[in-house]
């Protein structure tokens, strides 16, 4: 299986989620959102193709990093793709984080006709949903570019049914990985 990226993996981001991550940076997106700040990730023929088992075996060889991280480019574009290395990079006891300009309600009703989208969420750790809003854009907003967008713990909201934020008021962040580990951000 191959999956189209922007660039190859990028790792030692502080700022695509809590700790110190790899981002897989996905090529593709037809959200067109005003002002999005990687148009170039947009062209669904742009970027490289990447074998899946390459990026896994990249993945398996991580070090000091607390997790991935999907953007792009809107990585659900490749769902069996990313799909398949979540599944892997779980096992590989990472936590797991996607940006989407997709919402989650929307990300539900496309599952409806393609179960692999509710499969992926169950592997995700936190899901950055909604597209970018120039309006709604701050900089005081952990983690995302506009107020729309919503930082979604996705284990509790799957577990409860309704949609639950992950707190980030306090300055100390649990976060969800397997290791449980405090970051002070
Ligand atoms: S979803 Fe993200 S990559 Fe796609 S247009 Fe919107 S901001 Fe840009």
């Not at 700022?15 to 997106?29: M, S």
């Not at 947009?42 to 075996?57: P, Q, S, T, Y």
């Not at 952990?142 to 949609?163: C, E, W, Y």
């Amino acid at each position: 299986m191959k999956i189209r990226l922007a660039a190859p993996l990028q790792e030692d981001s502080v700022v695509d989620g809590f700790g110190v991550r790899t981002v897989i940076w996905t090529q593709g997106c037809s959200h067109n959102c005003p002002f999005c700040q990687n148009p170039q990730t947009h062209d669904f023929e742009g970027g490289a193709l990447f074998d899946v088992e390459d990026i896994k075996e990249e993945i398996k060889n991580l070090k000091n990093q607390n997790g991935i991280t999907f953007s792009g480019g809107d990585p659900l574009f490749q769902i069996d793709a990313v799909l398949e290395i979540a599944k892997f990079a779980k096992r590989e006891n990472l936590n797991i984080w996607c940006y989407t300009g997709f919402t989650y309600e929307e990300i539900l009703k496309l599952g409806e006709k393609n179960k692999n989208y509710l499969e992926f969420l169950k592997y995700i750790d936190v899901l950055v949903d909604g597209k970018f809003v120039n309006e709604l854009k701050s900089l005081n907003l952990l983690f995302r570019g506009s107020a729309n967008q919503r930082l979604i713990d996705m284990p509790k909201t799957l577990k409860s049914g309704k949609v639950v934020l992950i707190p980030e008021s306090d300055g100390i962040i649990e976060t969800f990985s397997s290791k449980k580990e405090k970051l002070f951000i």
